[in-house]
């Protein structure tokens, strides 16, 4: 089992649309959460940290769900520019901080 | 406008060449960290230095190896390039204390023949 789970998609939106993903991991020492965001042929760039009490930064929210060991970022009113793959990436306090990448969520809106 | 310089977009070896990936960010950063990323596979960690001269192993060490001799620059070296190597390279680093922010140079894509 890997130890950070993504589905892969891609999923297609529509403009002005509500999408979320999912990201499952599967250590229960994992201590800190983000997700990143890669556009086509660039390099990741961090999105945003995912907090406990979960947080929000305008169109996107992140939250954590230690019980059951996932998070999940919903972007409300998409954007053409929103599209992208989005990687969930998660640090483990076993494994010395290091950061465990997801394979990424391909995300497409459309006009 | 802070920045992690990869030295070379595309390159193309042969088998058996040496090959050396070249990595500089100029934000003062600690840590520094080579990874790649192939399809279906995502971001692996190859190699991670969190100070000058030292250097731990990743997830999938096996055929690489690195250099950071300067605070600012982290090499990767492929000793004798094979052709299951050809992928994307992805140079990062952070602040100590702030693992979890990366940032990336654009990567190199090497494609061994």
């Known amino acids: 089992r890997k130890e950070v789970e993504q589905d892969p998609g891609p999923f297609n939106v529509p403009e002005g649309a509500t999408v979320a993903f999912n990201c499952t991991y599967s250590?229960?020492?994992?201590?800190?959460f983000f997700w990143y965001r890669q556009d086509c042929r660039k390099e990741p760039k961090l999105l945003m940290s995912?907090?406990?009490s979960g947080n929000e930064d305008g169109r996107f929210t992140a939250q954590l769900n230690r019980a059951s060991q996932y998070i999940s970022l919903l972007i409300r009113d998409s954007k053409l520019s929103d599209s992208a793959t989005y990687l969930c990436?998660?640090?483990?306090?076993?494994?010395?901080?290091?950061?465990?990448f997801g394979q990424g969520t391909e995300l497409s809106v459309k006009p | 406008d802070v920045k992690v310089t990869q030295s070379s977009r595309y390159l193309v070896k042969r088998t058996g060449e040496k090959v050396f990936l070249e990595c500089v960010q100029d934000?003062?950063?600690?840590?520094m960290f080579w990874y790649r990323q192939d399809p279906g596979l995502g971001l692996r960690l190859i190699y991670f230095?969190?100070?000058?001269?030292?250097?731990e192993k990743g997830d999938i060490p096996e055929g690489y190896s690195v250099s950071r001799e300067k605070k600012e620059r982290f090499s990767l070296i492929l000793e004798s390039a094979s052709t299951n190597q050809t992928s994307m390279y992805l140079c990062?680093?952070?602040?100590?204390?702030?693992?979890?922010?990366?940032?990336f140079g654009e990567g190199s894509r090497l494609t061994v023949l």
């Open positions: 990436v998660v640090t483990s306090y076993n494994q010395g901080g290091k950061l465990i």
């Open positions: 250590n229960s020492a994992s201590q800190s």
């Open positions: 995912v907090y406990s």
């Open positions: 990062a680093s952070s602040f100590t204390g702030r693992t979890g922010e990366l940032f």
């Open positions: 934000m003062d950063h600690e840590n």
């Open positions: 230095s969190y100070d000058v001269k030292m250097k």
